[in-house]
């Protein structure tokens, strides 16, 4: 029996599985190259959990028969070559013998006392092999930055010299360095002959979850596939994961259809209770480094994506982020920045409002006699009244002397940003009706926009976090917010609108109630800073 499986390269006998021909075809084009002549060295990249290591296995194994009496092929991993950042090149010779050993070559060297005695390994008059290779070196990027470069340019100077060594094709798998992108020397081969592995296609996913229906007999509906594709985007390792959640630990049972119902609390369950390992380095790593862009994201639809950009290559190449086409005011096409799916989107999103605004308030929510009859018991859901208690909320925490924003993050003019607003009255709103009401976030344009959807039992209610820049801009803001109601089939919608002043006439001549398309539109303006 086949199973989905979502840590490390799947296996076709013992697990579901997409063949992706076109994939392994051209990557095993790219390394053999001319045969009688030269291959090519190029690097494979893709974030986590994407199919790297799979697809070297399978190029290997397509190369093996149909080279076999031409070429070598060997799978060296690095992942495995424990060093620190500032150990001597000693260490790293030290575990080389392994390596190759656990390549599949059928040879244990000597360790090489210098760098020297290394390329000799490779030569055609010295060296270890009598075949040309086709080599490839996984997790390259788990090597010291210095070793790194060292090697990269051991192998650029391999190639140039092609006559004298046997590295026929070598292809270099990690996520980052392979491209050159944190290396002080770029790149180790021509850029154009990387190969990105792209995230799976609808048809793909369809195809794996046609293969546990035909094996289990059990039925899955569409609307089911469709939903996991538009959450994940395709991402192989988080497509395989939730196959596991869908089909083994949340199956409601071999003889009931899985439906959008067993889908929804699948999603739920995955956001909230279940550890999966792609989704905590993409946390971790967005902590750890250009956390301010990544706010930045949930409030600007505008922000430009550029490879040349450190903090966008580095959320690009981890997976955090990709490029959406638009056009400008000239019918010019450019890009910005999106997040890779709504699943990881939701999900730092989440892990941000617990780190931006804590898990629990210093005050309570709401006063203690507030029992929010009016914002709840009317034949709507009266989403105003609940913003006025936010901004009530914010005054009594003044009065204590509490600043909400005082450990809020900061533009480099000292003025807040923007998004310390969006996260932290989300989280009021988890507080202050999350035990009557669901509180959800949703993203429906990947970037620059966050709704806050507030389902009460048979009610519900929709408000769309701004910030204010200029007076046409909110008037532009209640249009399409009318519209996007509209098109939901909501005859209400409320903006929640951040401005960076406390004059309370300016925030009351901002706030208004109007009727745009018929819907009724309410601005609220919460002035903070």
């Not at 798998?173 to 290396?183: F, N, P």
């Not at 807040?416 to 949703?442: D, K, M």
């Amino acid at each position: 029996m086949r199973t989905f499986h979502s840590y490390g390269p799947v296996d076709c006998e013992e697990h579901f599985c997409v063949p992706r021909k076109e994939l392994v075809e051209s990557c095993t084009s790219q390394i053999i190259g001319n045969p009688d002549k030269q291959g090519h060295y190029f690097t494979i990249w893709a974030p986590r959990q994407t199919g790297k290591t799979w697809l070297m296995r399978q190029v290997k194994k397509e190369v093996e028969s149909c080279y076999s009496e031409k070429f070598l092929v060997g799978c060296l991993s690095v992942q495995g070559v424990i060093m620190e950042h500032n150990d001597l090149d000693e260490v790293f010779f030290r575990q080389l013998p392994r390596v190759i050993r656990d390549g599949g070559f059928q040879v244990e060297p000597e360790k090489p006392k210098t760098w020297d005695d290394w390329i000799d390994w490779f030569s055609k008059s010295r060296g270890l092999f009598d075949k040309p290779l086709i080599l490839f070196i996984d997790e390259f990027d788990s090597l010291p930055l210095g070793i790194i470069d060292r090697l990269v340019t051991i192998f650029r100077d391999m190639y140039l010299k092609h006559e004298n060594y046997m590295i026929h094709g070598l292809a270099l798998i990690g996520v980052r360095a392979v491209l050159g992108v944190e290396s002080t020397s770029g790149s180790p081969f021509n850029i154009q002959k990387s190969l990105h592995v792209p995230n799976l296609t609808k048809i793909e996913v369809e195809n794996l979850f046609s293969q546990y229906q035909k094996q289990s007999g059990q039925k899955i509906a569409p609307g089911v596939i469709d939903k996991l594709y538009e959450s994940t985007r395709g991402q192989p390792g988080l497509i395989s994961w939730f196959g596991e959640l869908i089909t083994e630990k949340f199956n409601p049972g071999i003889e009931k259809n899985i439906d959008i119902d067993t889908w929804n609390y699948v999603y739920s369950r995955a956001c909230r209770t279940e550890w999966n390992n792609t989704l905590l380095n993409m946390t971790a790593k967005v902590k750890k480094r250009y956390t301010q862009h990544v706010l930045e994201l949930f409030i600007n639809p505008e922000i430009e994506f550029s490879l040349r950009a450190d903090w966008c290559s580095y959320l690009y190449l981890n997976g955090v982020i990709d490029a959406q086409d638009m056009m400008d005011s000239n019918n010019m096409p450019f890009q910005v920045c999106c997040f890779s799916s709504p699943f990881i989107q939701q999900n730092i999103y989440q892990a941000l409002t617990n780190d931006l605004a804590g898990d629990s308030l210093p005050i309570l929510a709401l006063d203690p006699l507030d029992d929010l009859s009016d914002v709840l018991e009317k034949l709507e859901l009266d989403l105003p009244a609940l913003l006025s208690r936010y901004k009530d909320y914010l005054k009594r925490l003044k009065a204590k002397g509490l600043n909400p924003w005082k450990e809020q993050p900061r533009r480099s003019d000292l003025n807040l940003r923007e998004a310390a607003g969006h996260f932290h009255i989300y989280a009021w709103l988890q507080n202050a009706v999350g035990r009557r009401c669901t509180v959800s976030p949703e993203f429906p344009t990947g970037n620059g926009r966050v709704d806050i959807w507030i389902k009460c039992h048979d009610k519900q209610g929709i408000i769309e976090v701004k910030s204010f820049k200029d007076l046409s801009e909110l008037n532009r803001s209640k249009i399409q917010a009318a519209r996007y109601a509209k098109k939901l089939g909501l005859n209400a919608v409320t903006l929640a609108v951040f401005i960076p002043v406390q004059d309370e006439d300016v925030i009351e001549k901002l706030s208004s109630v109007s009727e745009i398309e018929g819907v009724k539109v309410a601005a609220v303006v919460i002035g903070w800073g």
